[in-house]
């Protein structure tokens, strides 16, 4: 890494570093076409023909050509109601199953959306396209010229630029990193100079840095303080890359030492290393929802329970678990969005 200067310790390129083997980061996608069953939806919705599909199809793939060249902004309110107004109206007819009135909707937004377009044109259009991937299916021939799933190091880039300009992962991944450092401060003359945080979402890292930092401030060359983190990954992949990159700041970092352990997700508590007195912080940022029922939040927290921790970090975003229609979930996740254009 290069010399890190102390007012840049915050910055999230910092977390940032490439992998061993010199910052290629290319993934292979394990992709087959023989997985895919040409089962059309015509044959299990009324109103939903070939033609339509194919029409559809035309008219995206003429969108993405037309981005090419910069689709103009939609300055005028009143268009902008109508793609919203649009939207909605198809996604009321996918909570019908009406295909059909879904799919001839559909073509006629993409004439006026763009993936590169002003903030309303972008949001629609991938809702647009997501509406369009829920009536195909995985199973249709067309999925995947819908909804191409992106390569390891586009998600990467992706989840990068969205921690850069939204302040939501920021602020929790602040406020949480906060509580975790008041625990170990009440602690601190009994725990050795060592903190345990137990990360059951530990994705990329970036939430770790700025903890590094505020841990290094209190230290001093006489005492230096232990963190190790224990996190929980999607892949063991994913964990090498995120332990390469948070081991290479710490070594910028004075008076840490610093251990990573990374465990895959579904892995018993029982495969923790333990240390005697440390401070142990359990951090669920954003995790809990991922969960797909109550059962398995609750044997999570009962695993928690178990470990005896000295704070439990809890941050999660509004939403409601019961089971609802498409639609109402559907009205949920475009308001959010709206919210943040």
């Known amino acids: 890494?290069?010399?890190?200067?102390?007012?840049?310790?915050?910055?999230?390129?910092?977390?940032?570093?490439t992998d061993s083997n010199g910052g290629d980061m290319k993934r292979k996608r394990k992709r087959s076409r023989e997985d895919h069953v040409f089962n059309p939806l015509m044959n299990s919705y009324e109103g939903c023909s070939e033609g339509k599909i194919y029409r559809l199809l035309q008219t995206r793939e003429q969108m993405i050509k037309l981005d090419h060249k910069k689709k103009s902004a939609v300055e005028d309110s009143g268009k902008r109601l109508h793609l919203i107004h649009l939207l909605l109206v198809i996604a009321t007819a996918v909570d019908e199953n009406n295909v059909g009135s879904a799919l001839?909707?559909?073509?006629?937004?993409?004439?006026?959306?763009?993936?590169?377009?002003?903030?309303?044109?972008?949001?629609?259009?991938?809702?647009?396209?997501?509406?369009?991937a829920r009536i195909l299916?995985?199973?249709?021939?067309?999925?995947?010229?819908?909804?191409?799933?992106?390569?390891?190091?586009?998600?990467?880039?992706?989840?990068?630029?969205?921690?850069?300009?939204?302040?939501?992962?920021?602020?929790?991944?602040?406020?949480?990193?906060?509580?975790?450092?008041?625990?170990?401060e009440k602690e601190e003359e009994n725990n050795s100079s060592a903190l345990h945080v137990i990360d059951f979402d530990?994705?990329?890292?970036?939430?770790?840095?700025?903890?590094?930092?505020?841990?290094?401030?209190?230290?001093?060359?006489?005492?230096?303080?232990?963190?190790?983190?224990?996190?929980?990954?999607?892949?063991?992949?994913?964990?090498?890359?995120?332990?390469?990159?948070?081991?290479?700041?710490?070594?910028?970092?004075?008076?840490?030492?610093f251990e990573f352990q990374g465990l895959l997700r579904g892995s018993k508590l029982s495969n923790l290393r333990k240390k005697k007195d440390e401070t142990v912080a359990v951090n669920l940022v954003f995790h809990l929802n991922t969960l797909k029922d109550s059962l398995k939040i609750s044997d999570t927290l009962k695993s928690i329970h178990s470990l005896n921790p000295s704070i439990v970090v809890l941050v999660e975003q509004e939403g409601s678990r019961s089971s609802r229609s498409f639609l109402s979930r559907f009205m949920e996740s475009f308001t959010l969005f709206c919210s943040h254009v």
């Open 1 to 17: 890494m290069e010399a890190i200067e102390e007012e840049e310790l915050l910055n999230l390129s910092l977390a940032i570093v």
């Open 104 to 132: 001839e909707n559909l073509t006629e937004l993409y004439q006026s959306v763009s993936l590169i377009g002003d903030s309303v044109q972008r949001v629609v259009a991938y809702f647009a396209d997501g509406l369009a």
């Open 137 to 184: 299916t995985k199973k249709s021939p067309f999925y995947d010229m819908i909804m191409k799933e992106p390569t390891s190091e586009e998600e990467f880039l992706a989840f990068t630029d969205l921690y850069r300009v939204s302040p939501f992962y920021q602020f929790a991944h602040f406020t949480a990193n906060q509580a975790i450092l008041e625990a170990y």
């Open 202 to 257: 530990v994705s990329y890292g970036f939430q770790w840095p700025s903890l590094m930092q505020s841990l290094s401030e209190k230290a001093s060359s006489g005492s230096r303080v232990s963190l190790r983190i224990t996190g929980f990954g999607k892949s063991v992949e994913e964990l090498q890359e995120t332990e390469s990159r948070l081991v290479s700041f710490a070594k910028g970092v004075r008076n840490l030492v």
